[in-house]
């Protein structure tokens, strides 16, 4: 079972019925002991940075437990974004500092948020995006990026380079939306759950 983490950020659900599709089993939850229990761990998002507010407490150790215990775990958009150290749209809430850096705003020369369809360009060897080819369309929405770094596996160009995608050991992280993104984000879902 894959647990989907409830704080309170928009767009679970279309996760859940992605998931739903791909026949896996996965559920929407806020319950440390339900994460706790879970074979996978997803913590999608639409909003502020400030919504991660919430992944603090138990909720926030619960899930860092299951991640040092090995269990993969997806951060998409928000979620991703939460794998940093912090962003500057809430310099008060912490991130996970799992990856080193923090999101900030595109600059003023593009138009914010970037929404649509934006390619990906792969470089490293990626389980989540085996298969997928340098070039592949996915579907955006946001106004803050991530920057590049080591564990980097995808970037997108809109207002200078930044991070499409995140992986190290068990962690993963999409900037885009793989529930929005058609058979591409399909496939990128369906890495993940073959873990």
Known sequence: MIAIVDYGAGNISSVKKALEHLRTEAQVTFDPAVIAAAEKIIVPGVGHFSR????????????????????????????????????????????????????????????????????????????????????????????????????TVACTRYGGAFSAAVERDSVFGVQFHPEKSAETGLKVLENFCAL
Do not use: D
């Not at 490293?124 to 920057?147: D, W």
């Open 52 to 151: 991660c507010q919430s992944l603090n407490g138990n909720l926030r150790l619960s899930v860092l437990n299951a991640i040092s215990g090995g269990k993969p775990f997806l951060g998409i958009c928000v979620g991703m974004q939460w794998l940093f150290e912090g962003s500057t749209e809430a310099p008060e809430t912490p991130g996970a500092a799992l990856f080193p850096g923090e999101c900030s705003r595109f600059p003023a020369s593009v138009k914010s948020p970037h929404v649509g369809w934006n390619q990906i360009e792969t470089g490293k060897e990626s389980r989540l995006l085996k298969g997928i080819s340098s070039g592949a369309f996915v579907y955006f929405t946001h106004s803050f990026r991530a920057p590049i770094i080591e564990e």
